[in-house]
T-cell receptor
């Protein structure tokens, strides 16, 4: 079984400041790692994912996440945030085999202040 | 291209009533999922399906039933609604399991049980 812990329930930052959203996971088997974003009153959208290969993965809107196997972490970072990044962010894992059932963290609400 | 569509979007039920949530996807995906989202708990898997005519239990299946009579549809039923089932329900689909395929989410169905 897997579990995911997002260490911060809320993260307030100022516009154009850097941000890091922390995610740690626990699993007895190899996993894929995901970050999803949920804008207000919408469904979840995939932001980025790590399957294999380079441990640093990037999204099209400037976010990046690094898979650290020894620390079982997959922290999400952005060097300069915008008001439009205000959303809730979910870290998730899935077993690399089987039905790809996502196990989610509790979510981190990112609030950008002008 | 509609993606994943859920109906209804909002519903208020009295304790003991029954209802069905409908999920439809137009991407010819094999796998479909139902999650519920509760504050501070992320999303939890209720049931899933790996193909037409198949269903399986997820993390929190009690009080729910599902059916996948057609590949494009995945129905979630509440036979006797309870206040503990007040939640936001998300349907999702993916091309297949494994391989880290992207899971696409609907926009959610807000259910209140009074």
């Amino acid at each position: 079984a897997q579990s995911v812990t997002q260490l911060d329930s809320q993260v307030p930052v100022f516009e154009e400041a850097p941000v890091e959203l922390r995610c740690n996971y626990s699993s007895s088997v190899s996993v894929y790692l995901f970050w999803y974003v949920q804008y207000p009153n919408q469904g979840l959208q995939l932001l980025l994912k790590y399957l294999s290969g380079s441990t640093l993965v990037e999204s099209i809107n400037g976010f990046e996440a690094e898979f650290n196997k020894s620390q079982t972490s997959f922290h999400l970072r952005k060097p300069s945030v915008h008001i439009s990044d205000t959303a809730e962010y979910f870290c998730a894992v899935s077993d690399i085999q089987g039905a790809q059932k996502l196990v989610f963290g509790q979510g981190t609400r990112l609030t950008i202040n002008p | 291209n509609a993606g994943v569509t859920q109906t209804p979007k909002f519903r208020v039920l009295k304790t003991g009533q029954s209802m069905t949530l409908l999920c439809a996807q137009d991407m010819n995906h094999e796998y479909m999922y139902w999650y519920r989202q509760d504050p501070g708990m992320g999303l939890r898997l209720i049931h899933y399906s790996v193909g037409e005519g198949t269903t399986a239990k997820g993390e929190v299946p009690d009080g729910y039933n599902v059916s996948r009579l057609k590949k494009q549809n995945f129905l979630l039923g509440l036979e006797s609604a309870a206040p503990s089932q007040t939640s936001v329900y998300f349907c999702a689909s993916s091309l297949s399991g494994g391989s880290g395929n992207t899971i696409y989410f609907g926009e959610g169905s807000w259910l209140t049980v009074v």
